[in-house]
C-alpha cells in the first residue's frame, strides 16, 4: 500500500499539520504502509516531522503557491509514482485532494478522521451534521484522496538529521496569468493554545471587554492560556487568534475551565479532546455540563476569583 503524504514545509503550520496527518495514520492502522513525503519548499529541506511509519522516500518540488501550479505538479507526481492514497492537511488541502480526485477520476473526502483499506475500497469515517454524527462512506475508485480533520494533537517532533530528499523536476508549471503580483507578510504570532496544558475558556456570560481583560491577568496567574467562544470574538472582547470550536482551534490541554459558556456544538468540538473539563455556570441546566467531567454551578467571576487566589 503506497501512500504519498503532501505538505507545505513553508507554511508557518507545518509541524502542527504534519502532527494532525501523523494521529490520522494512527488512528486508522496505516503506520505500516508504504509512506513518501511530498513537500512544497523553496529549498532543500533541513529538518522534518517523525512520523509514526517509515518513511521510505522524501521528494520536494518548489512551486508558486497558486492552486493551478500545485495541482499541474501533483498530477505529474501522482502519475510518476503512482500511490493509491494521497494525503492532505488543512483547508488549502482539501481543496487540493478533491480538485485532483475530479481530474484523475479518483475519489475524494474531506475531514477525514479515520481510513480503513478493504481490498479495493476505502471506508473512511468523518463527522457530519456539525459533529452530531458519525458516518462511513466508501471509496470505491482509485487514487483516494483525503485531507484530515483537524485535532487537537500538539506538533510532532523533528526528525534527527541527515536529510536525504529527492527532487522533483515538474515537466512545466501553469504561470497564473492572473496574478500580476503578490508579497508575503508574516502574521503575528498565534496565542499557543494548541501547546497549554492548561485553558480558560470563557463564554459570552463574560459579560464586556473590561471583564475578558481581568480574566486574562487571572488566566496568567493560574498558568492557562486564556481562549474564547464565538460571541466573545465577534464582540470584540478578544483576539481572534484565541477563538476555539468549529472555526478555531482544536484543543487537548490538560484541563480546561468552560467559564460562562452555553456548550453550543461548534464550540464542544473546540475542548471535546481536553483531558479534563471543568465547567462554570449560572444555569444549572446549560448544555456545557453534559460535556463536563465537573460542574460548578455559580458566578464564573467569584469561582474564577477564588480558583486564582489559590495557585
Same mark, same amino acid.
Not at 98 to 119: P, W
Not at 162 to 177: H, K, L, T, Y
Given at each position: ?47 522534518? =516531522?517523525?512520523?509514526?511509519? *517509515? ?8 512551486? =508558486? ?5 500545485? $495541482? ?39 475531514? !477525514? ?65 492572473? !496574478? ?5 507578510? =508574516?502574521?503575528?504570532?498565534?496565542? =499557543? ?32 492560556? $486564556? ?10 472582547? /478578544? ?16 484541563? /480546561? ?18 483531558? *479534563? ?25 467569584? !469561582? ?8
Amino acid at each position: 500500500m503506497n501512500i504519498a503524504i503532501v505538505l507545505d514545509a513553508d507554511a508557518p503550520g507545518f509541524y502542527a499539520r504534519a502532527g494532525q496527518i501523523n494521529h490520522f495514520l494512527q488512528s486508522s492502522e496505516l503506520t505500516t504502509s508504504n509512506l513518501e513525503l511530498w513537500l512544497f519548499s523553496r529549498a532543500a529541506p533541513e529538518s522534518l =516531522p517523525q512520523l509514526c511509519g *517509515l518513511v521510505a522516500q522524501i521528494r520536494w518540488v518548489t512551486v =508558486p503557491r497558486l492552486a493551478e501550479a500545485r $495541482l499541474a505538479v501533483l498530477q505529474q507526481m501522482q502519475q510518476a509514482f503512482a500511490p493509491r492514497l494521497l494525503l492532505f492537511a488543512d483547508d488549502e488541502g482539501a481543496e487540493l485532494a478533491t480538485r485532483l480526485a475530479c481530474r484523475s477520476g479518483g475519489s475524494a473526502c474531506s475531514a !477525514v478522521e479515520q481510513a480503513q483499506i478493504r481490498g479495493a475500497a476505502c471506508r473512511v469515517t468523518k463527522a457530519v451534521y456539525g459533529n452530531h454524527l458519525s458516518a462511513e462512506l466508501t471509496m470505491v475508485r482509485e487514487p483516494w484522496y483525503l485531507s484530515v480533520a483537524r485535532s487537537g494533537i500538539a506538533n510532532v517532533d523533528r526528525l534527527p538529521g541527515p536529510i536525504e530528499a529527492e527532487r522533483f523536476e515538474p515537466v512545466a508549471i501553469p504561470v497564473g496569468e492572473w !496574478v500580476l503580483a503578490s508579497s508575503c507578510e =508574516p502574521l503575528p504570532e498565534a496565542a =499557543p493554545l494548541h501547546q497549554a496544558r492548561y485553558v480558560l475558556a470563557i463564554g459570552e456570560g463574560v459579560g464586556s471587554a473590561q471583564n475578558v481583560a481581568h480574566l486574562q491577568q487571572l488566566a496568567i496567574r493560574m498558568g492557562a492560556e $486564556l481562549a474564547a467562544s464565538r460571541p466573545v470574538v465577534m464582540n470584540a472582547w /478578544c483576539e481572534m487568534d484565541r477563538l476555539l470550536g468549529m472555526s478555531g482551534a482544536i484543543i487537548a490541554p490538560e484541563v /480546561c475551565l468552560a467559564a460562562g459558556v452555553s456548550g453550543a456544538p461548534a464550540f464542544a468540538i473546540g475542548i471535546g479532546q481536553s483531558k *479534563l473539563i471543568v465547567a462554570i455556570n449560572q444555569d444549572p441546566q446549560a448544555a456545557i455540563f453534559a460535556q463536563a467531567d465537573v460542574g460548578i454551578v455559580g458566578d464564573m467571576h467569584e !469561582v474564577l476569583q477564588a480558583l486564582a487566589s489559590v495557585c
